[in-house]
């Protein structure tokens, strides 16, 4: 059998003394507070994560499919600056501004090293037999990745509450987490220079609410033998062709900053030569050449029209696992049956199955999910789309979220609960890494209230 069914832990969580229960929950919710998994809210203040009680676990045989399918997909993507420079219609499906192609065409060439820490969210769950060809990839990933710190502190808080009941559970197994973000991160900084010492992490230091582990990722580099700071892009400068920060000198910048924020920077007069050089010297991670990575990335690749600048096998995965995807403007375009319609009547025919996001916004923001709203909500929503000012919409097919239920700590107390799930898989050059997200909602984020779930490899015990 090529996955683990989980039964046998769920099993033995609910054999617990109701009190038992209660203390390991508790004790997820402690060690999750002290090892750094929280979240900015309002005001600024920090609150801790939730983390899902149990695990999801992969075979080798999962583990090895899903780096298959994660690096076709990231191939496909490597192949959208070069669609866009040589269409005029990929331009249209991925709009950049003029001061937006400025900055890309700083970069130099797309080639390996990737210069990219990436993630592909994804519906994949792993404890069903038809865990290979039930999902879809949502979106890409590429700037601003999170949960770098927050995956490998998630398996880490887990096992050492759950370490024993997976044992009992599957005694002819070993435990382990998926590969660490920061091992992928690390490897890409090495394989760009591998003289690299001193790293920033570049952060927009306006937001003060979202995700808060940089500080901890700048921590925890430490031991591959790199010095890590933090760093606002505005704070940087450049003296003699070397990168300075206030703490000193770098060798290589890590960005949670996506292009518009840096835009937005010097529009308001800040100088950001010293990123620009990064970005001409292949010394920025995710490089710039990865702004391309717009939800409407996936009309391209489930476009008939782009269909022969992929190769056999990436055709029959987004046949398969990406979902119909358009950016939202007038024009007729090829309908999930390849037939031609036009395109805005055809979001409000079918408003029950689709979804509407904005392109280039993360953490959730904006997204509408058809059937959940009203007609007028549904409209009101369109016509921002049309407007395309400040952002552009794509309309999407809704994909099937799967829910689980798992206990939690309600008010000092334990209760089961029924959780919408979304995998993200963790990219770099080589290898992958995953990280689980759960919520109420089908829109699933940690920036809007979710929670983590631990991704675990089982391997044979010898």
């Known amino acids: 059998m090529d996955y683990l069914p989980t039964h046998p832990l769920a099993q033995h969580v609910r054999r617990l003394d109701p009190s038992e229960l209660l203390q390991r929950l508790t004790a997820v919710r402690r060690l999750s507070d002290e090892r750094g998994l929280r979240v900015l809210g309002d005001g600024g203040r920090p609150h801790a994560i939730d983390l899902a009680f149990l695990p999801w676990i992969l075979t080798p045989a999962q583990a090895s499919y899903f ?48 210069a990219v820490l990436g993630r592909l969210d994804a519906t994949a769950t792993f404890d069903h037999p038809d865990w290979r060809s039930r999902f879809q990839f949502l979106e890409p990933n590429t700037v601003g990745v999170g949960g770098v710190y927050y995956a490998p502190t998630s398996c880490a808080v887990i096992l050492d509450v759950l370490g024993d009941l997976l044992q009992r559970a599957f005694p002819r197994r070993r435990f382990e987490p998926m590969p660490d973000p920061r091992d992928l991160l690390v490897e890409e900084i090495r394989a760009i220079n591998p003289r690299a010492r001193r790293v920033a992490l570049l952060e927009n230091r306006d937001f003060i609410t979202g995700t808060d582990e940089f500080g901890n990722l700048a921590s925890s580099l430490g031991r591959y033998g790199l010095q890590a700071v933090v760093a606002d892009p505005r704070e940087l400068r450049l003296s003699g062709g070397r990168i300075q920060c206030p703490a000193g000198p770098v060798d290589m910048l890590y960005r949670d900053c996506e292009l518009g924020e840096l835009l937005e920077m010097e529009a308001r007069g800040a100088r950001l030569e010293a990123v620009r050089e990064a970005v001409r010297t292949g010394r920025l991670i995710s490089g710039i050449s990865w702004e391309f990575d717009h939800k409407s990335c996936w009309e391209v690749l489930t476009d008939p029209r782009y269909a022969r600048a992929f190769t056999p096998a990436q055709r029959r995965l987004f046949r398969a696992h990406v979902p119909w995807t358009r950016l939202v403007r007038e024009a007729t375009v090829p309908d999930p049956q390849g037939r031609p319609a036009d395109l805005l009547p055809y979001i409000r025919r079918h408003q029950s199955r689709l979804v509407l996001k904005p392109n280039s916004l993360y953490g959730g923001e904006g997204v509408v999910v058809g059937n959940r709203v009203t007609r007028l909500v549904w409209e009101r929503t369109l016509a921002v789309a049309l407007r395309a000012s400040p952002v552009h919409y794509v309309a999407q097919e809704t994909a099937r979220i799967r829910v689980e239920r798992f206990p939690v700590l309600h008010r000092a107390k334990a209760r089961m609960a029924a959780r919408h799930v979304v995998s993200g898989f963790f990219f770099n050059s080589t290898r992958i890494g995953l990280v689980g997200r759960f919520s109420e909602d089908p829109v699933v984020n940690v920036s809007r209230g979710g929670g983590l779930i631990a991704a675990l490899r089982a391997r044979t015990s010898t």
């Open 67 to 114: 780096r298959t399918v994660t690096h076709q997909m990231v191939e496909a993507l490597r192949r959208i600056p070069v669609l866009y420079a040589a269409r005029a219609d990929v331009r249209e499906v991925i709009p950049l501004t003029a001061a937006q192609q400025a900055w890309t065409r700083l970069a130099p060439p797309l080639r390996r090293p990737f």
